[in-house]
């Protein structure tokens, strides 16, 4: 049976349980797609309806918490997607925080009659995450994919930074990725294969102001992605990065003041003309971590509706959201 696990979470609860992806791209019922089939070198379920039997049961851990306060988040949208996605049904993943991770847990339950397993893990802590993944791995025998979406971020000017703030987003997001990574690799993808998707940013590729500490973390990702899918290729392991652009509804739509941006018109100047939603990143995530992209790894899928072509970068500007309510922790 297919399974999906979507993980991460700081002090709380992670929800683990089955997926079974039909037809997810391609629209052909009969031909069932289930996650991560190339990865461990079987056919491609896309083509042959047997390969896709033979590939059922897979499991993801993605490390992507839903906020206790914040009943919306980029790794709810794969769940949400699964949810409303005919031929997705029973898919979910992991979910954070105490109140949360019930409540999504039943939800999830409801909707797809599937298994759901809550962990909890510290990305910074190696023996939190190990601890998580053998639970997994106990319950469910297998784990296929890990999304690396845990991190920490606000707007800052580096001349305000701490040493010890830089140091602790740098922690979460790039110390997080590589231990868990790390983690699932020794414990799993190692003898099996599997598929690893980094959630970075765009913030490095210009040098977004106020926001060192998040840009130098997420561009250390996106090199890292380099060299595990350079390493770890050989073992049937697909490395890539998803990097999002501005995304409504989320907690870093909020800390990084893209209510302003949304409201003094900012995203007109993106491509696209606005900001991007869950379900669109949702979508990418997928795409990474199906056999669509069986031929891709090393690489940075970006996401942003061309917005880090286009989009100003202003300092005082920035400095300006800063102080506004909107982009208050
Ligand atoms: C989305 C963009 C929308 C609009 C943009 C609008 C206009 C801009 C135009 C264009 C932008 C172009 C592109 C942008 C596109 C995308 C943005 C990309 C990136 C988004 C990335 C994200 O990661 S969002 C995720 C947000 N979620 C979280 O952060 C949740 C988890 N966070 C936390 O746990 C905490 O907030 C934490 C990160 C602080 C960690 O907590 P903890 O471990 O408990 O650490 P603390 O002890 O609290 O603090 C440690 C040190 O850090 C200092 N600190 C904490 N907060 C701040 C702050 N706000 N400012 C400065 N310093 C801070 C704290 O003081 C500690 O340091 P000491 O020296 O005091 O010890
Ligand atoms: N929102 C956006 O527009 C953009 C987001 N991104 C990236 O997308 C991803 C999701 O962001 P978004 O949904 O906005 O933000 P969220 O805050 O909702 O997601 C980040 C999650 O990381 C978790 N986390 C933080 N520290 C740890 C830790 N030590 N161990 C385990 N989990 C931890 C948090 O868990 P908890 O709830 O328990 O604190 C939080 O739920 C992030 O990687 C972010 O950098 C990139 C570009 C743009």
């Known amino acids: 049976m297919p399974r999906l696990i979507i ?4 002090h709380s609860e992670l929800v683990i349980h089955p997926v079974r992806l039909k037809t997810l791209f391609h629209g052909q019922r009969s031909q069932p797609v289930s996650l991560g089939a190339l990865s461990r070198g079987v056919p491609d379920p896309c083509q042959d ?12 851990i993605p490390t992507w918490a839903l906020p206790a306060q914040h009943p919306v988040w ?17 898919c979910s993943q992991a979910l954070s925080s105490l109140s949360w991770f019930f409540q999504a847990s039943k939800k999830l339950v409801a909707a797809t009659g599937q298994q759901c397993l809550p962990v909890s893990m510290d990305v910074r802590q190696p ?31 580096a001349s305000a930074l701490s040493f010890n703030a830089f140091k602790t987003v740098i922690d979460i997001d790039t110390m997080g990725t590589f231990n ?16 690893i998707v980094n959630i970075t940013a765009t913030l490095s590729y210009r040098g977004q102001a106020l926001q060192v500490h998040a840009g130098a973390a997420k561009a250390a990702i996106e090199a890292m992605t380099r060299h595990l899918a ?8 697909r490395v890539n990065s998803l990097a999002p652009g501005p995304i409504s509804g989320t907690e870093g739509f909020r800390r990084l003041g893209g209510k302003f941006a949304e409201q003094s018109k900012q995203f007109s100047a993106i491509p696209l003309q606005r900001a991007g939603n ?6 990418s995530a997928l795409f990474l971590a199906s056999p669509l992209s069986s031929y ?25 959201i800063a102080s506004s309510s909107s982009a208050k922790l």
């Open 7 to 10: 993980t991460h979470i700081k």
């Open 49 to 60: 309806p047997r390969a896709a039997r033979a590939a059922r049961g897979k499991l993801c």
């Open 74 to 90: 980029l790794g709810y949208a794969v769940q949400e997607l699964s949810l409303a996605t005919p031929g997705l049904a029973g």
């Open 127 to 157: 023996q939190s995450i190990a601890a998580a993944v053998d639970e997994a791995l106990q319950e469910f025998k297998r784990i296929d994919i890990l999304i690396n979406g845990a991190a920490g971020n606000f707007l800052c000017p």
């Open 180 to 195: 868990t990574s790390k983690v699932l690799f020794e414990k799993y993808f190692r003898d099996h294969g599997g598929i």
């Open 230 to 237: 350079v390493e770890w290729g050989p073992n049937k392991i």
């Open 278 to 283: 869950k379900t669109e990143i949702a979508h």
């Open 296 to 320: 891709v790894t090393g690489t940075t899928l970006v996401v942003d509706g061309g917005s880090w072509l286009t989009s100003p970068n202003s300092f005082s500007a920035l400095l300006g």
